[in-house]
C-alpha cells in the first residue's frame, strides 16, 4: 500500500518541506531506499527496521520502496527515521492515512525504538508552519526550540510506540510543560567596562563602533587589554529585538550549538576564532553546507586576534561578506545565502614580539619589524573604521582609585544614537551609519563649515584617498548622533580622524 | 674581484692595467698559495668572462646608462680626506657630486632600531649644521642615516650618501625618493659595482668610507652592540673626532651612546658643541622658537608644555591637563595640523624642533 508523511530537511538555515513516501508490493523482499540521499541518510533502512521490531510491530516480507521527495533535492541527516517508519507503518496497514494529515514528523530512531534529538528544529518548525501543518511531532528534548514557534502545535514524544499510539488516540502526547518563563535568565555572569582601569579612549572609541556598528582594529601590546575589553562589547549593545533572536536561534540550532533544552538565544553573539581556523569554517561551506563563524556571529561581534596570524586567503575571503553583510555560498546544485551583518573587532601587534615602539622591551629585528608591518595594509584595512592604539596602565593610573566609564555609563547613548539611526534609515535598507553608500552620505551627513575645512586640510596634507574621507564622515556621523546632534560639527570631525588608522 | 684578491695582485704587478693584461696561468700562480681551490677556480672563470672586451664594454655603457661615473684612486677628483685612511676603495662609483674639498663635513649616524628622540635629533642636527655650511655625510639606511639626509636638505645643505650594495640597488625600498632627491642635492656613492646585492657583510667596509669622507663623525643613539659604534671605532683610527649625544643612563637605546662619551668622544648637547670644533664660531641652541609658542591660546600651551620628544599617549595627556577627551582631541588636532606636535604612531604625540 502507499504512504506519504511529511517531514524536513535544513538546507543553510531555513527548512525544506520533504515528502517521505512508502510502498510495499509483492515480489522478493528487499527494501530500497531513493531520493538522491547521503550515505548517513541511507543508513536510516536498518535504524528503523530494527527498531520497528523492538517496539514490537511486524513489517510484512514485501517487496518495499522508500522515496524521498523532491528527488533532485539532496538530503541528509538523521531525522527522517521517525516519518520513514511512521510512513511503513501506514503502508503495512497499521495506522490510518489520514491521521497523518497535516502533521510534520521528525526525530532520529535508536535501535530500541527511542526517540533522540535533532538539530534544526527550529527552522524546520517554521517551515512547517508555512507551508500549512497544523502539529509537529519532535523528539521530547527538543520541545523547547520548537515550542518558539507561534501559531503550531508542538508535541514531543520519547519512543515510536508513542507516536504511533497517538495516532491511533490511544494516547496523548505533551506540549510544552509547565508555563516555563520563555524567558531564559540571561547568565549571571556580566562583564562589565568597569572592570577596566582606564583606557578612557578605548572606551569611548568603542562606544562609537558599537553604535555606528563600525568595524575596530585595536592594536598593542601583549596584556593591555584587547582581549579584556572586546569580550565586554556585547553587553553594551541594545537588546536583541524577537525577529533577531529567532534567526539567532535559527542559526545556532542549525549548527547544533543550541545547548540541551535551551529556548530563545537573548544575548549578542561572541566569536572568537583562533587564527588557524579554515576558510570554510569562517565563513561557510563544508559538506553539508552550514554557516561559518562570521554568520554565527550575525548580530554580534567577530573577534580576530592575532589578526596578521589568519592566513592571507583567509582575510581576503571576509572582504565581500563584510561589504555586502550576507555570505553567499555556491555549490554546482544550489546556491546559500547566509546572514553576515556583524561588528567585527581585529586586534594585532605593531611587530612580531608585540611591544613595538617600546624600544626598551622590544627585541625584534628592524627588518621584522618593516617586515612586518608592511602587512598592515590592504584593501582588508581599508574596511576597518575606527582604529585605536592600546597600551598597558601607566603606575599612576593603576594607583588611582576612580574606575573610569562603566557599561551602564556607556549604555544610554549608544541607545539613544541606535534609535537615532533606526529613525533615520527607516526607507533605506540600511541600518547604521557605517553601512551608509557614498551616495547616501550627501544626503545624511551635513557638516558645518568647519568641519569641512579640517577634514580638507587633513585631506591635503596627510594625502588621504577619497574611501578614508567617506569613512571618516561615517564615523563623524555615528559622534554626531551620540551627542544628539543633527549637522556633524567640527568637534565630532576632529574625533573621527583620530581614529583613523595611519601608518 | 674582492679587495683581498686586488690588493694581492696589486702589490706584485703595481698596476691595474697589468691585470687586465694578465694570462690566466699567471693568475693561478699569484694566487694559487692564497686561495682554497673552488674560490680560485670561481675567481679565474669570472676572470676570463670579464676580459672580453666585449663585456667590458658592456659594463662601461651600463655605468654610462645610469650616469653613474668610476673615479679611481689616481684620478684628481678622487676626495683627498679618503685617500688618507689606511684601506681607502680602490675606486668609487658616484652618481652626483662628491664632497666639497673646501667645506667641513660630519657624518652622522645611529642605530637602525631608532626612537623618534633619535630620528628628530639626527633631522635637528643635520638641519642646523647644514644651515652653516656644513655638509652631511651617511649611509641612506632607515631611521637615523634618513633623517639626517632629510634634515640636511631641508637646511638647504648637502647631503652624501654612501652605500652598501650598487648604486643602481634602491635599498632600502622606502627611501626611493630620498635617493632621487640627493643624487640633485648632494650625491650617491659606492664602493661596490652595479648589480652587487646589499649583504650584511658589506656594511662595515661601507662605514669605512663614511667616516673616511667626514671630518667628524656624530653617533646620535646607540645601542650597546650597534653597527654605528664600528664607524665610531675606525673614524678614531682615522683621526677623526667623535661626538656623542648623550641618553639617560638606563636607556638601552642610547646605551652604546654613553659608553663612547666614557671612552672620550665629545658629549654633544647643542649643534654649537659640534660647530666650535669645527672651528666655527656661532651661538646656536636648540631651542624651541618662543614666539611660536607664545603665540598659542593659553589651553594648547598647557597641552604643548606637556609633550616632549617622548611619545606620549592620548589618555596620559588629557589625564595630566586634566581635560576631557573631546577637548584633548581638539587641541591636538590644531597643534598637529599646524606644525607644532605630530604623531609618531597613532595616538602617540611628541613636540617637533
Redesign the interface.
Known amino acids: 500500500m502507499y504512504s506519504k508523511v511529511v517531514s524536513g530537511i535544513v538546507k543553510g538555515i531555513d527548512g525544506v518541506l520533504i515528502y517521505v513516501e512508502a510502498d510495499m508490493s509483492n515480489g522478493l523482499p528487499i527494501f530500497e531506499m531513493v531520493g538522491y540521499l547521503s550515505s548517513e541518510l541511507k543508513e536510516a533502512k536498518e535504524r528503523v527496521r530494527t527498531a520497528l521490531k523492538n517496539q514490537g510491530y511486524t513489517i510484512p516480507s514485501k517487496k518495499i520502496t522508500v522515496n524521498l521527495l523532491p528527488a533532485d533535492l539532496r538530503k541528509d541527516g538523521s531525522a527522517f527515521d521517525l516519518p520513514i517508519a511512521i510512513a511503513m507503518l501506514i503502508s503495512s496497514g497499521q495506522i490510518s492515512q489520514e491521521k497523518t494529515d497535516k502533521i510534520f514528523f521528525a526525530g532520529e530512531l535508536g535501535l530500541d525504538g527511542s526517540l533522540y534529538t535533532i538539530r534544526g528544529v527550529l527552522p524546520l518548525v517554521c517551515c512547517a508552519k508555512e507551508a500549512g501543518m497544523k502539529t509537529c511531532i519532535l523528539p521530547r528534548d527538543n520541545l523547547k526550540e520548537g515550542s518558539l514557534v507561534d501559531e503550531i502545535t508542538v508535541l514531543g514524544a520519547s519512543s515510536l510506540r508513542e507516536v504511533e499510539q497517538f495516532l491511533n488516540g490511544k494516547l496523548s502526547l505533551s506540549k510544552l510543560e509547565k508555563e516555563e518563563d520563555m524567558e531564559e535568565k540571561i547568565s549571571k555572569k556580566v562583564l562589565d567596562f568597569s572592570d577596566i582601569i582606564?583606557?578612557?579612549?578605548a572606551k569611548?572609541a568603542i562606544q562609537v563602533a558599537v553604535s555606528g556598528r563600525h568595524n575596530m582594529l585595536l592594536?598593542g601590546p601583549p596584556g593591555s587589554g584587547k582581549s579584556m575589553l572586546t569580550k565586554r562589547i556585547p553587553y553594551i549593545a541594545p537588546k536583541l529585538t524577537k525577529k533577531e533572536s529567532l534567526e539567532l536561534t535559527k542559526i545556532y540550532s542549525v549548527k547544533g550549538y543550541l545547548k540541551e533544552k535551551q529556548g530563545l538565544i537573548l544575548e549578542r553573539p561572541f566569536r572568537n576564532p583562533h587564527h588557524s581556523i579554515t576558510l570554510p569554517a569562517l565563513i561557510g561551506g563544508g559538506r553539508p553546507v552550514t554557516p561559518g563563524e562570521i554568520t554565527l556571529s550575525h548580530n554580534g561581534i567577530l573577534f580576530l586576534d592575532e589578526l596578521l596570524e589568519f592566513p592571507k586567503n583567509v582575510l581576503e575571503s571576509l572582504r565581500q561578506p563584510l561589504e555586502d553583510k550576507k555570505v553567499l555560498v555556491s555549490r554546482v546544485d544550489e546556491q546559500y545565502v547566509f546572514p553576515a551583518d556583524i561588528m567585527m573587532v581585529a586586534a594585532t601587534n605593531?611587530c612580531p614580539c608585540g611591544y613595538y615602539?617600546d624600544?626598551?622591551r622590544?627585541n625584534c629585528?628592524?627588518k621584522d619589524?618593516?617586515r612586518y608591518q608592511k602587512k598592515l595594509s590592504g584593501p582588508f584595512f581599508d574596511r576597518i573604521d575606527i582604529?585605536?592604539?592600546i597600551?598597558p596602565l601607566?603606575y599612576?593610573?593603576l594607583q588611582s582609585e576612580k574606575r573610569g566609564s562603566s557599561s551602564f555609563d556607556l549604555q544610554s547613548q549608544i541607545k539613544n544614537a541606535v534609535a537615532i539611526q533606526k529613525e533615520r534609515y527607516e526607507k533605506e535598507e540600511i541600518n547604521f551609519n557605517s553601512q551608509l553608500s557614498d551616495q547616501q552620505i550627501a544626503k545624511y551627513c551635513d557638516m558645518e563649515e568647519n568641519a569641512k575645512k579640517?577634514l580638507q586640510?587633513?585631506m591635503r596634507?596627510k594625502k588621504w584617498s577619497a574611501r578614508a574621507y567617506f569613512r571618516v564622515i561615517r564615523v563623524a556621523r555615528t559622534i554626531a548622533d551620540l551627542a544628539g546632534s543633527d549637522k556633524i560639527l567640527?568637534?565630532h570631525i576632529?574625533?573621527a580622524?583620530?581614529y583613523h588608522?595611519?601608518? | 674581484m674582492n679587495r683581498r684578491i686586488l690588493n694581492i695582485l696589486l702589490r706584485h704587478l703595481g698596476h691595474p692595467r697589468e691585470i687586465y693584461f694578465l694570462r690566466e696561468k699567471q693568475l693561478e700562480n699569484l694566487l694559487g698559495e692564497q686561495l682554497k681551490t673552488d674560490h680560485l677556480e670561481r675567481v679565474l672563470f669570472h676572470f676570463s668572462k670579464s676580459l672580453s672586451l666585449e663585456s667590458t664594454k658592456k659594463e662601461y655603457e651600463k655605468l654610462e646608462k645610469e650616469k653613474v661615473r668610476f673615479i679611481a684612486c689616481d684620478d684628481e677628483e678622487y676626495p683627498k680626506r679618503l685617500k688618507e685612511i689606511y684601506d681607502y676603495p680602490y675606486g668609487i662609483y658616484v652618481k652626483g657630486n662628491l664632497p666639497s674639498e673646501e667645506k667641513k663635513s660630519i657624518a652622522i649616524v645611529g642605530a637602525r632600531k631608532s626612537t623618534p628622540y633619535g630620528r628628530e635629533m639626527a633631522r635637528v642636527f643635520a638641519r642646523e649644521l647644514a644651515k652653516e655650511d656644513i655638509e652631511i655625510i651617511s649611509g641612506l639606511a632607515r631611521g637615523i642615516d634618513a633623517n639626517a639626509h632629510i634634515g640636511c636638505i631641508e637646511g638647504g645643505g648637502k647631503t652624501y650618501g654612501i652605500l652598501g650594495c650598487g648604486i643602481d640597488k634602491i635599498y632600502p625600498r622606502d627611501n626611493i625618493e630620498l635617493f632621487i632627491e640627493m643624487e640633485k642635492k648632494g650625491g650617491i656613492i659606492s664602493e661596490y659595482g652595479l648589480g652587487v646585492e646589499p649583504i650584511s657583510y658589506h656594511f662595515p667596509f661601507r662605514n669605512r668610507i663614511i667616516s673616511g669622507m667626514a671630518d667628524g663623525i656624530l653617533v646620535v643613539e646607540a645601542a650597546k652592540k650597534s653597527g654605528s659604534l664600528i664607524t665610531a671605532e675606525q673614524g678614531l683610527e682615522q683621526g677623526r673626532e667623535i661626538f656623542a649625544l648623550p641618553g639617560r643612563s638606563i636607556d638601552r637605546q642610547s646605551e652604546g651612546c654613553n659608553l663612547l662619551i666614557q671612552k672620550g668622544a665629545k658629549l654633544v648637547l647643542n649643534v654649537s658643541d659640534i660647530l666650535l670644533e669645527m672651528g666655527i664660531n656661532c651661538e646656536k641652541k636648540l631651542n624651541i622658537n618662543k614666539n611660536l609658542v607664545d603665540s598659542l591660546a593659553n589651553c594648547e600651551k598647557l597641552v604643548y608644555y606637556c609633550l616632549s620628544l617622548e611619545p606620549k599617549y592620548i589618555d596620559d595627556i588629557a589625564r595630566e591637563c586634566k581635560m576631557t577627551l573631546q577637548e584633548t582631541m581638539s587641541i591636538l588636532f590644531i597643534l598637529e595640523l599646524n606644525g607644532y606636535i605630530k604623531q609618531v604612531i597613532q595616538n602617540y604625540y611628541i613636540i617637533v624642533t
Do not use: D, H
Not at chain 1, 198 to 201: A, D, I, L, S
Open positions: 582606564g583606557q578612557e579612549y569611548r592594536f605593531l615602539p624600544m626598551k622590544c629585528k628592524e619589524i618593516v582604529s585605536v592604539k597600551r601607566s599612576i593610573e579640517s586640510e587633513v596634507r567640527n568637534t576632529v574625533e580622524i583620530s588608522f595611519q601608518f
